[in-house]
């Protein structure tokens, strides 16, 4: 029996349930007896842990995020540093990607209570065993992926974003496409072919006619896609990448192989970062709102921790399509 | 009276005072009788903190990184998470640039025992107030930046590497030379313009003759610096670029005005980021060895926790030019 079972049964969050049980003064009455109530029904027994984190106020939260730190991410974690200090809050990045044996150092460091709480960047940490973190009661946030389905998160609309792309691409005439994929598993990335692949089919292009790229989300598997785009003889018009690096790497190696963007393929990326702008051409991206992102999670995260239960599990924030020099309409077939 | 006094009348590090007297069965009574007889000889009274922290160890080490995190440290925060995951450490990131708020919360950190040292990426952070951390008795090491005379950092000969594009410059014929700087004040951009103004000064060339471009490592610092490139009339043939993030900004941009490089101006970077392997043509780089320089910190910074007082206060790893296609002779006088 954990704190979720008692926050499902209350219907409050798990950081109100351990307020209720720690600091009941700081909750309203109906509350308290709500979460009391639930207690009794399940048994439940809050941990010492979680009952010490809520006397003392760190200030500090820590940021999971995971490996490598892309341009993108380094864009998000400035804006939720600026973020979180306007609201009196620094921050911690620590990681758990491909490394089971950290976990019981950040359940360490929760426990001490040298954070206030989590904002987790990667939502694999509480699939893989986080679960203890999630039981103790501190506030957390997913940022840019869900974090568990009982953890509140900013999210953007990725499957609009790759819904976005297709239909432009389609505008200019395009009918022969090519998909550059993140790593296996991603939530991103799933969505945002998702939504690419769906106006497809709606316009009568079957996803099985889309050549698909493997990538990671890194430079170097987009230069990689585009020594495969090279090698083949049936090559597709009009390329959309998950991210903004893959595209950026893509242009660079067939530029560098002597093909033109926008004139010998289209391309097209996801996320917005500054060096997609500064490229020759300039990317057509799915620009990622990075700071209303961040702004929103700080929000999230502090009205956690002062018990606001209005606001709903999921925020999911608008995208929009930038475009740059790299799309155009399709060349004529020679 | 601090630590740090008393380290420096016994000769050992701060380290090794605070395990002299904190867990003595740790050192050689040799180092023993000399820290006591400082301690005595200085009055130095440790404080719980300092004495607390060695109790137990945590195995977590605080790396403070300046913002924002670029490429070239997105690589070395990587290498360096793996060369402590293979000593059994794992990391915080943490920053305190631009924050002087901040400093207070990472002590806090440090006292209450959450990591067992830290390792620095901003050098500014003892400079500006961070000496209590420096009193704590915890080890320190700076990596790519001095922390402090006292600390012990893991640094690139980034005087040589100056100078080594200096070199391949004029081999090659230049004579009127561009150089786009790093943010003001900085220790690595500092000796690395040095290296490049000297070996040029030794070629007759003065630094009053060398066009200058104010950057601060960021992409879009080098695209404005080839803007005005552009406006100028008396251009230089080859410009030396202080991180490759701003090289590729200022190659970008070029590109997209119509001019080509190598053929319209040589261009160099500094770090040896992969994106500068990419580039349409291959960027011409120093390369920083990340791999190396973290683990040799790692290294640093175990030793420092096992009382090796044998190594010297700083490390500094060779760089290497990395020879693309962005450099050739200068063009013809029209």
């Not at 200030?59 to 400035?78: G, Y």
């Not at 090519?178 to 690419?196: Q, W």
């Not at 893959?246 to 990326?269: C, E, T, Y």
């Not at 970062?273 to 490229?279: A, P, V």
Request: net charge neutral; proline share 6%; charged share 20%.
């Amino acid at each position: 029996m954990t704190i979720s079972h008692v926050a499902r049964l209350a219907k409050v969050s798990t950081a109100t349930v351990s307020r209720a049980l720690t600091a009941p003064e700081t909750v309203s009455l109906a509350t308290r007896e709500r979460v009391l109530s639930a207690v009794a029904q399940t048994g439940y027994t809050p941990n010492r842990a979680a009952r010490s984190l809520r006397v003392q106020r760190t200030m500090s939260v820590l940021v999971v995020v995971p490996w490598q730190i892309t341009p993108f991410f380094s864009d998000l974690l400035l804006f939720l540093d600026r973020a979180l200090a306007a609201r009196g809050y620094s921050m911690l990045i620590g990681d758990l990607a491909d490394r089971a044996e950290q976990e019981p150092r950040l359940v360490n460091l929760v426990a001490a209570g040298q954070v206030d709480g989590l904002i987790l960047l990667n939502g694999e940490i509480l699939a893989a065993g986080g679960r203890r973190v999630d039981e103790m009661g501190i506030p957390i946030v997913g940022l840019c992926v869900p974090a568990a389905p009982s953890v509140p998160a900013v999210l953007v609309e990725d499957r609009k974003g790759g819904e976005a792309v297709a239909h432009h691409l389609l505008a200019l005439g395009h009918r022969r496409f090519g998909y550059l994929s993140g790593p296996p598993g991603n939530f991103n990335e799933i969505e945002r072919c998702a939504g690419f692949c769906e106006a497809l089919a709606e316009a009568g292009i079957a996803a099985t006619e889309i050549v698909r790229y493997r990538g990671s989300f890194h430079v170097s598997t987009g230069a990689a896609a585009a020594v495969q785009f090279l090698d083949a003889s049936d090559r597709p018009t009009a390329v959309f990448c998950a991210s903004d690096m893959m595209a950026i790497g893509f242009m660079l190696k067939l530029q560098a192989h002597g093909l033109a963007v926008p004139a010998d393929v289209s391309l097209v990326g996801f996320d917005g970062i500054e060096l997609g702008t500064f490229c020759a051409p300039a990317l057509t991206t799915v620009v990622q709102p990075a700071e209303a992102m961040a702004r929103a999670a700080a929000e999230r995260f502090v009205a956690l921790l002062g018990d606001d239960e209005t606001a709903g599990p999921c925020d999911r924030l608008p995208v929009s399509l930038r475009l740059g020099g790299s799309t155009a309409p399709p060349a004529a077939r020679h």
